[in-house]
């Protein structure tokens, strides 16, 4: 199935850096979603975004819906070891009779060094 | 306020088997959509269920198949199992209309040896 460009695949940080992945895709999505999902459990959302340009932020993490509404970044500002998960983006495309389906990247593999 | 529950967490299954697995939508959704989620994947559209019927399907066979109660309560049941279908299968929530944003369960470990 089809699944958005994620990058990088993985990264190892500092504790204290700051973090900055992203995503893209050859298709416009309407909304574009920040994932986070530790082992064995479900992803937990961080961020919506909704409009072309738009920049969001939850707490230390940022957001933007790039204007050509075919990707989006997100960034984690001095990072802390409980940052450390699998990041997923998501898109968001009207797809007929009314439904929404989620296309989400292969993730973005986070490990924080203490 | 109870977010979107599963059951069961894990379950191993013989090849050839039939499976069942539940979701419990959040307080207030009434959409529910089936994601399977290999290892190292992000998570891959099956189908949404609105209203009690379904209503978009991903690129999954009819071996997959689901199932909405009135109180928005799904199933989702794979006949015939492959190994290949060993997967984390999660659930997702939401609303029925517009951009809307989808809270996920954590999931079914389903393991078919």
């Known amino acids: 199935g089809q699944q958005l460009n994620q990058s990088p695949q993985s990264m190892f940080i500092q504790e204290g850096e700051d973090v900055s992945m992203n995503c893209t895709s050859s298709?416009?999505?309407?909304?574009w979603l920040w994932y986070k999902q530790d082992p064995g459990e479900g992803p937990v959302l961080l961020i919506a975004?909704?409009?072309?340009?738009e920049l969001t932020s939850n707490g230390r993490l940022t957001a933007q819906f790039g204007t050509t509404r075919k990707d989006s970044f997100l960034n984690i500002s001095a990072s802390i070891p409980s940052d450390v998960g699998i990041y997923f983006c998501?898109?968001?495309?009207?797809?007929?009779?009314?439904?929404?389906?989620?296309?989400f990247g292969k993730g973005t593999k986070l490990s924080v060094i203490p | 306020d109870a977010g979107v529950t599963q059951s069961p967490t894990h379950l191993i299954k013989t090849r050839g088997q039939q499976v069942t697995l539940r979701c419990s939508p959040k307080?207030?959704?009434?959409?529910v959509s089936w994601y399977q989620q290999a290892l190292g994947q992000g998570p891959q559209f099956i189908f949404q269920?609105?209203?009690?019927?379904?209503?978009q399907r991903g690129n999954f066979p009819d071996r997959f198949s689901g199932h909405q109660f009135p109180n928005y309560s799904s199933e989702l049941n794979v006949n015939a199992l492959l190994l290949g279908d060993s997967a984390l299968y999660l659930c997702?929530?939401?609303?029925?209309?517009?951009?809307?944003?989808?809270?996920f369960g954590q999931g079914t470990r389903l393991t078919v040896v």
């Open positions: 997702a929530s939401s609303l029925p209309t517009g951009n809307t944003e989808a809270f």
């Open positions: 298709s416009i999505f309407n909304t």
């Open positions: 975004l909704y409009k072309a340009g």
């Open positions: 998501a898109g968001h495309r009207y797809s007929g009779a009314g439904s929404y389906q989620l296309t």
């Open positions: 307080s207030g959704h009434d959409t």
């Open positions: 269920y609105y209203e009690e019927e379904e209503r």
